[in-house]
DNA sequence: AACATTATGTAATAATATAACATTTAGAAG
DNA sequence: CTTCTAAATGTTATATTATTACATAATGTT
C-alpha cells in the first residue's frame, strides 16, 4: 500500500499538472505552465519536484531532464525504475515488469557494492515510429 | 574488435585527460583543465565529447552529467551500458557482467518496441563508505 | 585539383539547476 | 491553546550545463 502524503499547495499543482499531461515534462515548462497559479520561480518548482522524487510520485528521466508521473501505483519510492523511451517521438513509458524489476533488485556483483537503487531506460523506436 | 578510431586533435587530448583522471569528469572540468592546451571554449569540449561518446570511448554517466573513459575494450559502441555509482563519494565503475547484458540486450515486453540500447545506473555504497 | 566531409575557432546565448536569506504554514509536544 | 520544530514558501541572484550560428581550416576521396 502506498502511504498517502498530504502534498502541499505547489507539489499539488505541479504533480497535477505532469499527471495530467501523461508524459515526461521540463522543469521550465512546467514553470511557464504554472506562472498563473502564482508559481513564479525556478526554486519553487524545483523544489516540488524534489519532494515529489523522494516519495515516489514522480520520476525523473536523467537522460531528458524531465519528470514523468509514477504508473506504478505500488511504486511507494523510486528506487527501482526501468523506462522504454522512443529516440523518434520522445514518448516514455515506464516499464512495470515483475521479472526485470526482480532480476535487478537482486543484482549484484562481486565489487562489494550493496546496491540500494537502480534506474534503467531503454531506448529504441516505438510502435507507431518504426512503421514511418 | 574494435575499430581504430583515429582521434583528432581535440578528441586526444580530452579522450587522454578523461582516461587518465580512471573516474568521471564534468565538461567544464574538462574545459577548465585542457585550457592550457588551447582548447578554450565549451563547444569546443563538448564537440570532443559527442564524438568520444558517438564511437563509445567514452560514456555519459546521465544522471551526473558526466563522462568517463570505456572501461570495457570490447564495448564498440555506447549501446549497452551499465554503471555502479557510490552514493557517498561518487565513484563510478563500469559494470561489465555477461549474464546482465545478455538479459537486458534480449528483453522485451508488449509494448511493441524494440530496444536498441540501454542505460543503466546502480546506487549504493562502496565497500569504503559502507563501512564509514 | 576539385569536392565532400569532418573538425576547429569564436562569440553569444539558451536551458537546467542551486545558493542564500527571510518569512510563513502545518504538525507535534507540552 | 501555546510553544516549539520541521517543512514549505517567496524572492533575488547566480551557478552549471549545453547549444545556436557563423566563419574557417584540415582531412580524405575521386
Keep these: ?8 499547495k505547489n507539489q499539488k499543482i505541479i504533480f497535477d499538472l505532469i499527471d495530467k499531461s501523461g508524459g515526461p515534462m ?4 512546467i514553470l511557464f ?5 502564482g508559481i513564479k520561480a525556478p526554486l519553487q518548482v524545483y523544489r516540488a519536484l524534489d519532494k515529489l522524487v523522494e516519495i515516489g510520485k514522480i520520476h525523473k528521466i536523467e537522460s531528458r531532464n524531465a ?3 509514477c504508473q506504478n501505483s505500488s511504486c511507494q519510492v523510486s528506487k527501482a525504475t526501468a ?3 522512443c ?7 515506464e516499464i512495470s515488469n515483475l521479472k526485470l524489476s526482480k532480476y535487478l533488485s537482486n543484482f549484484s556483483d562481486n565489487s562489494g557494492m550493496k546496491y ?6 531503454f531506448f529504441g ?8
Design 125 to 132: 523506436l516505438c510502435k507507431k515510429c518504426k512503421s514511418k
Design 87 to 93: 529516440e523518434s517521438c520522445e514518448n516514455v513509458s
Design 26 to 29: 521540463k522543469a521550465y515548462s
Design 116 to 121: 540500494s537503487k537502480y534506474n534503467l531506460e
Design 1 to 8: 500500500m502506498q502511504k498517502e502524503h498530504n502534498l502541499s
Design 83 to 85: 523506462f522504454s523511451i
Design 33 to 37: 505552465n504554472v506562472q498563473k497559479k
Design 67 to 69: 519528470f514523468i508521473a
